[in-house]
C-alpha cells in the first residue's frame, strides 16, 4: 500500500510539472503567433504526461491545460481552447494507453506518438465540426480549416514531437530521474 501511495504521489507531482510546463512553454512563443500555431508547444507536456504517468494523469493534464490556461493568462481564445481541449485531453490519454499496451521497445513510443497525434487531431475535428457545423455552407468550410489547423500548419510541432519526446525520455529513463514504466 505505501508503494501504491509513493507511485502515485510521484505520478501526481510529474502531473503537476507537466501542466505548469504547458502553461508556460507557449510563452516562449507568444510574440510570434504563427511560431505558436506551428510548434504547438502545449503539446509537448501532455503528450510527455501521457507517456510517464499513465492515460489517466495525461488525460487530466490534457484536459485541463487549455481552459486553465485561457483564464489565466486569456490564451488560447474562444472557440480554439475548446478545440485545443479535446485534442491535448486526447493526446494524454491515447498516448497513455498506447504506452502501456504496446511492447517495450523504441520503435512503440514512437508508434504510440504518432498513433496519438492522430487520435488528438481526430479529437480536435470532431469538436471543431459539431461547433461549426451549423453556420458551415459547404463541406469545404468545415474540413479545410481542420486540415490547415492539425496538419499544414502543426507539421513542424508534430516532426519536433516526434524527435524531442522519445529522446527526452530516453535519456531521462537512463539517468534514472524518471522511470518510462509499464
Known amino acids: 500500500m505505501n508503494f501504491e501511495r509513493h507511485d502515485h504521489l510521484k505520478k501526481l ?3 503537476a510539472m507537466m501542466l505548469a510546463i504547458a502553461l508556460l512553454l507557449p510563452f516562449l512563443t ?3 503567433p504563427s511560431v505558436g500555431k506551428m510548434l ?3 503539446h509537448l507536456p501532455v503528450l510527455l504526461c501521457g507517456l510517464i504517468c499513465g492515460p489517466i494523469f495525461g488525460f487530466a493534464v490534457g484536459a485541463v491545460a487549455a481552459p486553465l490556461r485561457f483564464v489565466l493568462f486569456g490564451a488560447p481564445q474562444m472557440p480554439n481552447v475548446l478545440y ?3 485534442e491535448l485531453a486526447a493526446y494524454g490519454l491515447l498516448s497513455g494507453i498506447f504506452s502501456r499496451i504496446l511492447p ?3 520503435l512503440s513510443l514512437y508508434v504510440s506518438l504518432i498513433l496519438s497525434m492522430i487520435g488528438g487531431r481526430i479529437a480536435y475535428a470532431i469538436i471543431f465540426i ?4 451549423s453556420n458551415a455552407k459547404t463541406v469545404e468550410a468545415l474540413i479545410l480549416p481542420i486540415i490547415s489547423a492539425t496538419v499544414l500548419t ?3 510541432g508534430m516532426i519536433l514531437q516526434i524527435v524531442i519526446i522519445p529522446t527526452l525520455l530516453i535519456v531521462l529513463e537512463k539517468a534514472k530521474i524518471i522511470p518510462f514504466e509499464k
Request: no cysteine; proline share 9%.
Open 84 to 86: 485545443m481541449t479535446s
Open 13 to 15: 507531482t510529474v502531473s
Open 130 to 133: 459539431s461547433i461549426n457545423l
Open 30 to 32: 507568444g510574440q510570434l
Open 104 to 106: 517495450r521497445r523504441k
Open 154 to 156: 502543426a507539421w513542424p
Open 40 to 42: 504547438a508547444p502545449m
